[in-house]
């Protein structure tokens, strides 16, 4: 479990999210949908956590995704969903740099692992859910 402070709602995500920020040249940039990024992509030295969309009251969230338009999991207007897969599994980290937010959460499959990131568009929050 992450020891950073647990947003438990679209409201308390969207307020983080809209936290001024200044253009940054770093590796998220190319992040608007959910994009596999390597360790050696990934510019910890940048970036510190702010936040988990992890319950710590769930032992196993769940991994329906939502997806009230038609769009996909991984494109750039996928609506943020804190309660469905993939944000119920993410941490928030802030680059250090320009304030910008991501998301990221870790794919697990049979024989690989996936880090996965998504800069924060507070525009593309879900609030019902």
Request: charged share 25%; glycine share 4%.
């Amino acid at each position: 479990m992450s020891s950073a402070p647990f947003l438990p709602t679209p409201d308390a995500l969207r307020a983080l999210a809209r936290t001024p920020h200044t253009d940054c040249q770093c590796s998220l940039q190319r992040c608007a949908g959910w994009e596999s990024i390597t360790e050696t992509e990934w510019p910890d030295a940048h970036l510190q956590i702010a936040a988990t969309l992890r319950d710590p009251e769930l032992y196993e969230p769940t991994f329906e995704e939502h997806h009230p338009n038609g769009t996909r999991y991984d494109s750039p207007e996928a609506p943020v969903a804190v309660k469905h897969f993939p944000y119920n599994r993410c941490d928030v980290f802030a680059c250090t740099r320009c304030q910008q937010h991501v998301l990221r959460y870790t794919e697990f499959g049979g024989y690989y692992v996936d880090h996965r990131a998504r800069r924060l568009d507070a525009d593309l929050i879900n609030s019902d859910l």
